[in-house]
């Protein structure tokens, strides 16, 4: 599968709150190589949007280390991460994120432009064509669907190469259809570009698909990385 491309070495995420101290996730560690894919499962409250924004350089640990294309994230100011984000890392959301006031082609092309890409129209417009939105460029995110919203926000993510892709409850908001469509479109980029997929999800269906999975209760691993 070649070098590593996400490491976690003992992860833990404490948090004060009216009783003390309050443990979100305890010494978790994994190793992700390039082209992977792992599934993060466990009711609410488990810690799985913690683990991902700890893994995502979003959020600092209270001990260990993420070490995400080579660098140690805690080792790194906040704009230091947010440049690591920006050359490594893609992010599909339940919620699309997408910005109302541009259209499909505008979104995708917005993270190419703030990264001084010249040729950020042509690889926008390709990839829209490439999820099957290729008549829909023109459409602002309030003309479009959820399913077609969540295939633009899957371009923009794919839009830059990165290296990892978090996707938290990238399904969540669409119907079961529309949701396995999603699915297959996120493997089938995941394995044509050789990126390396981190998912955050409820639908089982969905996390068995990925080659790995870890289960979270009350911030600890209770199953192994492999489904």
């Known amino acids: 599968m070649g070098a590593s491309i ?27 190589n390039k082209g992977d894919s792992l599934a993060i499962v466990g009711a609410s409250g488990s810690g799985k949007s913690t683990l991902l924004g700890l893994l995502a350089g979003l959020d600092l640990p209270s001990s260990g280390e993420v070490v995400l294309a080579g660098r140690a994230l ?3 100011d906040e704009d230091q991460r947010a440049r690591i984000r920006a050359e490594h890392v893609g992010f599909v959301f339940q919620s699309f994120q997408l910005l ?21 129209r042509e690889r926008a417009r390709e990839l829209l064509e ?3 939105l290729g008549q829909r460029l023109s459409h602002s995110p309030r003309q479009l669907s959820g399913g077609e919203q969540q295939r633009v926000a899957i371009a ?8 990892v892709l978090f996707a938290d409850e990238p399904t969540g908001n669409l119907d079961s259809h529309t949701g396995e469509r999603i699915s ?11 990126t390396t997929l981190v998912l955050v999800t409820h639908d089982e269906r969905l996390a ?3 080659r790995r999975l870890i289960r979270l209760e009350a911030g600890l691993l209770v199953a192994p990385l492999e489904p």
């Open 208 to 210: 068995h698909r990925c």
């Open 184 to 194: 297959d479109l996120l493997f089938e980029l995941n394995k044509e570009s050789g």
């Open 156 to 163: 923009r993510a794919f839009a830059a190469e990165p290296d």
């Open 130 to 132: 490439r999820v099957g």
């Open 100 to 120: 109302d006031s541009l259209n499909a082609l505008e979104n995708v092309m917005l993270p190419l432009e703030l990264d001084g890409r010249k040729d950020a």
């Open 74 to 76: 805690s080792t790194l």
């Open 6 to 32: 996400l490491t976690a070495r003992n992860l833990s995420k404490v948090v004060p709150s009216a009783e003390g101290e309050l443990t979100i996730l305890h010494e978790l560690s994994l190793e992700l």
